[in-house]
């Protein structure tokens, strides 16, 4: 079970793509929560949700090294999605980056 938070400015514009993953995740058989936030709403997530990676749409790039400094203190990555990926809503693609993220004990 993989939970992968996606976030961007709103946390609207990411939700195609949430929808996206959820139907690749499903086709192969992965169970995974996905689920999109404002890139203002990650700290209070973590503290309250388990998330395993946390992925930046391309809008909320300049966020990035603050969520870094935040993921690290709850041991998780984060990244910035790819700017082709997002602008198709590659959902298989996207799912795919998020697991290469996720750290494995």
Not at 18 to 34: G, L, P
Not at 62 to 80: G, M, N, R
Request: net charge negative.
């Amino acid at each position: 079970m993989y939970n992968i938070l996606l976030c961007c400015s709103a946390g609207m514009s990411t939700s195609l793509l949430v929808t996206k993953m959820k139907k690749y995740a499903e086709s192969i058989d992965v169970e995974a929560t996905i689920w999109a936030i404002s890139v203002n709403d990650i700290e209070s997530t973590l503290k309250q949700s388990a998330v395993d990676v946390i992925l930046l749409g391309p809008q909320a790039r300049y966020k990035l090294s603050t969520t870094k400094a935040i993921c690290a203190e709850y041991s998780i990555d984060c990244d910035v999605i790819n700017m082709s990926d997002y602008g198709v809503m590659n959902g298989e693609n996207v799912f795919k980056h998020a697991l290469t993220l996720i750290k494995h004990d």
